[in-house]
DNA sequence: CCCGGACCAGACAACGTTGTCAGGCGATGG
DNA sequence: CCATCGCCTGACAACGTTGTCTGGTCCGGG
């Protein structure tokens, strides 16, 4: 396990100076054909591979990497955006360092400043805590940052949202308009921007239709399907159990078929769930849906980010990208018909 | 968009040598405390930012950097490698860079020389290409190297994968011993060690039982789970179609079921596939597959490469982490009994 | 009063690389 | 035959940091 070798090495073997090296690795023009065959060979044989933190170093240029923080990679829609983010970046030469937030606030300060050390060149963040003027001074610094899925707070960076409230009164709306008028909802924990405004697109569309609220079928702060699962089975205890369910994030939609299937229900009650997943359309019945055009929303990000990172400065921009309602089979679910 | 401070700069500010501001930074003792201070305000007043690269490279130590290069980062099984191997890897204080390959041979050797460029501490590599001796130079030189899900070839590194042949064995048998005696499997690319293996334990099994292999009913070659639900359709248009189906790949066994939803036949054919996936356990009838402890996989790969990083250095050792058949119900529909 | 030691601060070189600039050499033209 | 030019090549400094070593100050003890 020796060292690995340096361009004074390779200059030693080749019998040239260590600038020589240094033009023929980068290719640079001025180096007679001889020379360049000769350190050719030295490379070859000294394993000499070039160092690019070195290198940036001393060309004062960026690092050629960027951070991407979602909150968990294992999740379908995190993976997919970083898969996107990975595909536009390859092709300009940069590198992803890439982690899981668990929307931890802790973690989120913590690698954030983790990656300002590594000088990323450009930063995607789906943020975690209620606050992050923490980046001013990066940005001031010349940081470009991205917000997906979550806009910041207490800082203006470009951010790419989908319109969660309009998704979830649209989804609301879809179940009071084939009848049903007990519609439960089960969201995140309070403190996301997104379960927050899917809430209120929940109640906005209960309240315009001239329905009460009741706080019983209303379920917030459900971290994991689970728990979800648990909720759905609470819910179905009740009196007057919900006819149909509005579920605010994808795991959330598979906790309440699982808690129905228990039940012999899946097919009494509807369901319209928030966030696409895989499978969705295989199951029986095939799952409702409000989906997020993730592969969009990943593209914008990273457009976003590599304009910001090749100089453009604009005042910072929100793009909102479209939801669509998947028609499905557990949306068309009818109210049951053995009603007082 | 200024620079960023460096520690000249909070020196000149504070009014103290360079050297001082490094003491105070890394918390080396033997600072008085007013100069301490006086360093701390300098470094809040100009956002001053460790520069983990320059520090690195004075030190001669290492990155604090791996790299992950897996098949393809949005699907289920290489996300939560990555998501394992990133929680082992950060409260080492190491960082993870990570990219998809595609199986794309090129793109493995491109990618894999980046890393190096990047001077990663090590590398987990889900081989994409038939060779790896390319790779020989970097780990003389001290690369850390592990290998997952398939071995590397042409150069032995330390490898985590599972018996293919045996699970693809056991789902075989489990077919067979259920009555079926017209079981088709259907296999990603020939070229992929996995691949191979799954289709050896089926052809295995099938000849041990003393049966013979109809070759119309072993499927080759598939990539896309759109090919696995192709060829279902042609294997359910054969005269005398299988009964059931060994689908070699967790995407693969979701094409095979959706050709048998589109004609009402998925509680007329057993199904195992390899690899778990999430909901395969909700779907009807749901899906009996061989499943892989992924996390248990990519805890493994950390582990043996953390080792190797921190200077063990044995002979390369393959791990085989064991797979389990998990029984749900698509592998217990049984032969018709309309059959001549 | 002076010496020794403890303690603290800074000068300098070096990590591996590249930009700048000066210099050597052969060829070309007057 | 010499001045000039162009083409190569290399010496040197610098990127931002840290290890080493030197030197200064202050204190207590002899």
């Known amino acids: 396990m020796r060292k690995r070798a340096t361009m004074t090495d390779v200059a030693a073997l080749a019998g040239v100076s260590l600038k020589t090296v240094s033009r023929v690795v980068n290719g640079e023009p001025g180096v007679s054909p001889d020379l360049v065959e000769r350190v050719r060979r030295a490379v070859e044989q000294l394993d000499y591979r070039h160092n690019l933190a070195a290198s940036n170093l001393r060309r004062g240029v960026r690092t050629q990497t960027i951070g991407v923080l979602l909150h968990d990679l294992r999740n379908e829609y995190a993976a997919e955006l970083l898969r996107v983010i990975d595909d536009?970046?390859?092709?300009?030469?940069?590198?992803?360092?890439?982690?899981?937030?668990?929307?931890?606030?802790?973690?989120?300060?913590?690698?954030?400043?983790?990656?300002?050390?590594?000088?990323?060149?450009?930063?995607?963040?789906?943020?975690?805590?209620?606050?992050?003027?923490?980046?001013l001074p990066e940005v001031r610094a010349g940081l470009p940052v991205v917000a997906v899925d979550r806009p910041t707070a207490g800082l203006a960076v470009d951010t790419v949202v989908v319109d969660n409230r309009d998704g979830a009164?649209?989804?609301?709306e879809y179940l009071l308009g084939r009848g049903h008028v007990r519609v439960a909802c089960l969201t995140d924990r309070g403190r996301l921007w997104t379960a927050r405004e899917r809430l209120r697109g929940y109640l906005e569309a209960i309240t315009e239709a001239g329905l009460p609220v009741d706080e019983r079928i209303v379920v917030k702060d459900l971290v994991?399907?689970?728990?979800?699962?648990?909720?759905?089975?609470?819910?179905?205890?009740?009196?007057?159990?919900?006819?149909?369910?509005?579920?605010?994030?994808?795991?959330?939609?598979?906790?309440?078929v699982r808690a129905l299937r228990e039940r012999a229900l899946e097919r009494r009650v509807a369901v319209v769930g928030f966030d696409d997943f895989p499978l969705a359309d295989l199951m029986s019945p095939a799952v409702t849906v409000v989906s997020q055009r993730v592969t969009e929303i990943g593209a914008t990000a990273a457009q976003l980010l590599f304009a910001r990172m090749h100089g453009e400065a604009p005042t910072p921009r929100t793009v909102v990208v479209p939801t669509r309602l998947v028609e499905r089979e557990s949306g068309l679910i009818p109210v049951p018909v053995t009603f007082a």
């Open 224 to 256: 994991t399907a689970d728990e979800a699962t648990a909720a759905t089975r609470a819910l179905l205890d009740l009196a007057d159990p919900p006819t149909a369910v509005f579920a605010g994030r994808n795991d959330l939609s598979v906790g309440v």
């Open 88 to 135: 536009h970046a390859r092709p300009l030469g940069v590198a992803v360092l890439a982690s899981s937030l668990d929307d931890h606030e802790d973690r989120e300060q913590v690698l954030v400043h983790d990656m300002v050390t590594r000088r990323v060149d450009g930063l995607v963040l789906m943020p975690a805590s209620p606050d992050q003027s923490y980046l």
């Open 169 to 172: 009164h649209r989804a609301t």
